[in-house]
């Protein structure tokens, strides 16, 4: 999928006042990476993180931050565009080993050869220049350096109609429509308009390849039978796995 060239400020929708009070009561923001049902699976993904330096592409509320820390990690930078969300991440957050930075991953660098991890959930299917973000990735970690992020499926970013969420959520019937056709989506979630953008799963390996990484891990998440039953209003996820979860080594 070619990529602009040109930078632009990405929707910084969590700083929307409804949308972030609706955000604010999700499991995943009241109990943390616990609350995440795809949490397990990357944590496996992780390496041990003793001495390692983390960088948090989308950091939200500073969960993974401060796990990262409490892990060893010698240092963890968490950059997000929201200040909503950095606001309460520093008020969470009393531990001199993590930085939180305020900016756009639309136009974000970091320093080459700085990292030994970069980690990102749920924040790239947002970005519209993935490819200059990979770029800048790859150069920032140092080698043996891992890249590890969640994206929703393509699965749920394809379809064109914005209000096709509510309709799986009442467990309605609704085409997967206009996988191939890949770019911008704008959807109803929590609030009306929220712009998204679709790439294929395909898409996604090429950039990365083409941005120098060795795929190491990839894998369609979602719950088992058994998360299923515990927790019913997952059950829809087991007919479209909602994650898409993918590990990489810096060649």
């Not at 700083?15 to 923001?29: N, V």
């Not at 409490?70 to 309460?88: F, N, P």
């Not at 712009?195 to 998440?221: P, S």
């Amino acid at each position: 999928m070619p990529e602009p060239s040109e930078v632009r400020m990405a929707q910084n929708i969590y700083d929307d006042e409804i949308f972030f009070a609706g955000y604010s009561q999700l499991p995943r923001s009241i109990e943390g990476l616990e609350g995440a049902p795809e949490w397990p699976s990357l944590r496996a993904l992780l390496p041990p993180l003793a001495g390692r330096r983390v960088l948090d592409l989308g950091c939200g509320f500073g969960w993974f931050c401060r796990w990262a820390s409490h892990q060893g990690a010698a240092s963890v930078t968490g950059i997000d565009l929201s200040s909503r969300m950095l606001a309460r991440a520093k008020a969470e957050t009393q531990d001199p080993m993590i930085a939180y930075v305020n900016a756009d991953l639309e136009q974000f660098d970091a320093e080459a050869a700085t990292f030994d991890l970069v980690y990102s959930s749920l924040a790239f299917h947002y970005l519209r220049d993935l490819t200059r973000l990979l770029t800048n990735v790859h150069e920032a970690l140092r080698p043996g350096g891992k890249l590890v992020f969640s994206v929703e499926h393509p699965i749920y970013t394809a379809p064109r109609e914005p209000g096709w969420l509510t309709n799986v959520a009442g467990r309605g019937q609704w085409p997967v429509d206009g996988y191939l056709d890949e770019g911008a989506r704008s959807t109803d979630w929590l609030v009306k308009g929220v712009i998204k953008q679709h790439r294929m799963i395909g898409t996604y390996v090429d950039l990365l390849r083409r941005a120098g990484f060795v795929i190491a891990h990839i894998e369609e998440r979602g719950p088992s039978r058994e998360q299923a039953a515990s927790h019913p209003e997952w059950a829809p996820e087991r007919e479209r796995p909602m994650f898409l979860l993918l590990a990489c080594d810096r060649a």
